[in-house]
């Protein structure tokens, strides 16, 4: 019967492959801090958060400096909606606060921000006029910036969400996301925690 043996890698090997990823993560990591733009074809910047029973995910897309569009998919918790972007600021009779989606800093909204929901009324009880609402799930929002050249931008988040059988959350408003904008692409700071 022969012996089995079995290749035991180089003491240096494990070391090695560790420095090498290491290398291609910072290679990786400073572009990215850099605001390089992305290669054709790749991914565009994104990041999100939840807060208060709601998950914000952002994205640049279409960038063709200076111009591009801010998407925000606001997903709340299963059986909550969300208020209609056109909502007033302070709701309806106090009731309710729109999903908004702004910018300020080197960045500048450039139209208007659009939903991909139909938006239906509903009848709350000590409120006397209907409150424009998207249906229960995800609203993927669109808002078309552009740059005025180099450095930091924030886009400025608000939602409220409720349901009808749990009651309403705490409202968000102007809640900040950072990112930059530079050598015409952007970057997204870490998210805080």
Not at 19 to 37: I, R, T
Not at 39 to 66: C, M, R, Y
Not at 137 to 162: K, N
């Amino acid at each position: 019967m022969g012996v089995m043996s079995r290749r035991l890698p180089h003491p240096a090997a494990p070391a090695r492959a560790a420095l090498a990823a290491a290398a291609a993560f910072l290679s990786l990591a400073s572009l990215a801090a850099c605001g390089a733009q992305p290669a054709q074809g790749a991914a565009p910047p994104t990041t999100s958060f939840t807060e208060n029973g709601v998950t914000v995910t952002l994205s640049v897309s279409d960038w063709q400096a200076p111009n591009g569009t801010v998407t925000a998919v606001f997903t709340p918790e299963e059986g909550f909606h969300l208020y209609s972007t056109d909502l007033p600021a302070t709701g309806i009779e106090g009731v309710g606060r729109p999903t908004a989606v702004d910018v300020t800093g080197v960045l500048r909204a450039a139209g208007k921000l659009t939903a991909a929901a139909e938006v239906r009324t509903i009848s709350l009880p000590g409120v006397e006029a209907p409150v424009p609402v998207y249906p229960d799930g995800p609203v993927t929002t669109t808002l078309p910036v552009r740059a005025d050249g180099d450095g930091d931008a924030t886009v400025l988040l608000g939602y409220a969400s409720c349901s009808a059988r749990d009651g309403c959350t705490i409202p968000v408003s102007d809640r900040p996301v950072q990112l930059r904008v530079s050598g015409g692409g952007l970057a997204f700071a870490a998210p805080r925690q």
